[in-house]
């Protein structure tokens, strides 16, 4: 199977995982489009009732146009089920996101959820997070004084252009600054760190958020769960 069709078959496993009445929150990014094309079928041949919470305005379209009800994360109390991509998960389970500039909103989404599902394929799993550049998301009033920092602290950080060399504009109309970390060997404190940092809106690490982890690898479906939090819930 290529890289798509590993996506697409995660993309499809997830999608069993919704039920009736559920407040679905969408992810973003390639292999989560599978997923949402998957649940509109469902939607449309089961007559599957659903609420869906978008991380960004691109799912939100994708949802409308497959005639699934998208409505504010302001709107309802909670989110039952969020299932979203990433671009690299570790073997405990924390993750970095926003390859496609969505973490600011996918995290308020997977903060406010009672269970967070990742759905990647195997070159997505990595035994140490940061090869993978890890994105900030910048306010743009003084983010070039947020990079001069990050560039002191040897954090080889590059603003994130598009095609035409422009900067990228988030869903919030902040920048992403990428950090070329190589390894991170303290994700807590470098997440602590971004935190602290006067104009960071937010950081793509995900520590700790993750419920369970669909893996589409050439020999199958693996299914990570996070034991503790599920035993938890039981
Ligand atoms: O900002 C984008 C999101 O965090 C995506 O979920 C992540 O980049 C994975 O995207 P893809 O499935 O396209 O590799």
Not at 8 to 25: L, P, Q, R, T
Not at 73 to 96: C, M, Q, W
Not at 179 to 186: F, N, P, R
């Amino acid at each position: 199977m290529n890289q798509n069709e590993l996506k697409a078959s995660v993309g499809n496993e997830a999608a069993k995982y919704v039920e009736n009445d559920m407040i679905v929150g969408l992810g973003s990014g390639t292999t989560v489009s599978y997923m949402v094309d998957s649940l509109g079928k469902r939607v449309k041949s089961e007559g599957l009732n659903i609420v869906c919470i978008s991380t960004s305005n691109r799912t939100a379209d994708q949802a409308r146009c497959l005639g699934m009800n998208v409505t504010s994360i302001d709107k309802v109390g909670h989110v039952d089920l969020t299932i979203d991509g990433a671009d690299e998960i570790s073997s405990d389970l924390n993750g970095i996101k926003g390859g496609g500039a969505a973490l600011l909103w996918e995290k308020i989404v997977a903060t406010n959820s009672d269970r967070n599902m990742w759905i990647v394929d195997e070159s997505k799993i990595v035994d140490h997070l940061g090869a993978f550049p890890l994105p900030v998301e910048v306010i743009p009033f003084g983010s070039q004084h947020v990079f001069d920092k990050f560039k002191k602290m040897g954090f080889q950080p590059s603003f994130r252009t598009n095609v035409a060399s422009a900067l990228v504009k988030t869903d919030s109309n902040n920048l992403i600054i990428d950090l070329h970390l190589g390894k991170i060997s303290a994700p807590k404190e470098l997440a602590e760190l971004l935190n602290d940092t006067v104009g960071v809106v937010e950081h793509g690490l995900f520590l700790d958020v993750v419920d369970k982890v669909i893996v589409g690898k050439q020999d199958g479906i693996e299914t990570i769960d996070r034991i503790e939090k599920f035993a938890n819930a039981n």
